[in-house]
């Protein structure tokens, strides 16, 4: 406010009209006062929003000066939704499947912030990892994400023992509605399969045969293991090969567990 004139300005009274008074309040220089001519007072409102919505009132300023009494400033202002970060996570299950021992699988997720405000993400961790067998290789730890960007967290499973495992990542952020996101994990670690060939019996005895004949006798070789078994040659060795002969089953073949070939 600013007394233009030649003579002292009065200001007896400053108060806020209009239709949202209520929104506003003045918090300095509402004070009555006296302005020598080209002195000047300020005036300090403040907009506290009730709701979202467009909102108006006036500074009203009651004086001595003969033209304008009552002057009148506008003020109007909207309120809006706050700025704030929205997680938004996915997949929230990776499944690893089913993984040998001493082998390893790589299953990734990723974190996007849709809302208009950045995305603080505190932790990245396990809150649920009791054997040890995840891990996380890349994307983790405390990041900023930026509204309309994403990230990508990728997480390691290593079976060292067998049977089924179960983990879970927390993702700690400043969302207001979801401070923890969470990514569940499902893993199998599984021996690793491996043929086993046996043979019954395990050796032939013909024992004494009269010479021009030719008996035979047979050997049953069986896969015991759980994996195929791939025969890929069957000959005689030894010190006499030639006075023996494989007359049948000495082909190559391929065993399923449990299988046999006479």
Do not use: C, H, W
């Not at 938004?88 to 299953?107: C, D, H, M, S, Y």
């Not at 879970?168 to 990514?183: C, G, K, L």
């Amino acid at each position: 406010i600013k007394n233009e004139g030649d003579a002292d300005l009065i200001i007896s009274n400053i108060y806020l009209g209009g239709s949202n008074p209520t929104a506003f309040v003045i918090t300095a220089g509402g004070q009555p006062s006296t302005l020598n001519p080209q002195a000047t007072q300020t005036v300090t409102i403040q907009f506290t929003p009730p709701n979202i919505g467009n909102f108006s009132t006036g500074i009203m300023i009651v004086s001595n000066d003969p033209d304008t009494p009552l002057a009148g400033i506008a003020v109007t202002a909207e309120a809006m939704e706050e700025a704030k970060p929205k997680i938004v996570v996915g997949p929230t299950l990776l499944q690893f499947g089913n993984v040998e021992i001493g082998q390893k699988a790589l299953r990734g997720f990723q974190i996007g912030n849709t809302g208009d405000a950045t995305l603080k993400v505190s932790s990245i961790a396990f809150s649920n990892n009791p054997t040890e067998q995840f891990s996380i290789t890349t994307g983790g730890g405390a990041q900023n994400i930026e509204p309309q960007d994403i990230t990508t967290v990728e997480v390691l499973f290593s079976p060292t023992i067998a049977g089924n495992t179960i983990g879970q990542v927390r993702i700690v952020s400043n969302d207001p509605d979801t401070p923890n996101a969470y990514v569940a994990l499902t893993g199998v670690g599984v021996q690793k399969t491996k043929p086993k060939i046996t043979a019954s019996p395990p050796y032939l005895e013909f024992g004494q045969v009269p010479m021009n004949q030719t008996p035979t006798l047979s050997t049953t070789i069986k896969n015991e293991g759980d994996a195929d078994l791939i025969i890929s040659n069957i000959y005689l060795g030894g010190s006499n090969p030639t006075a023996f002969v494989i007359t049948a089953g000495g082909q190559p073949s391929t065993l399923n567990p449990q299988a046999t070939q006479t």
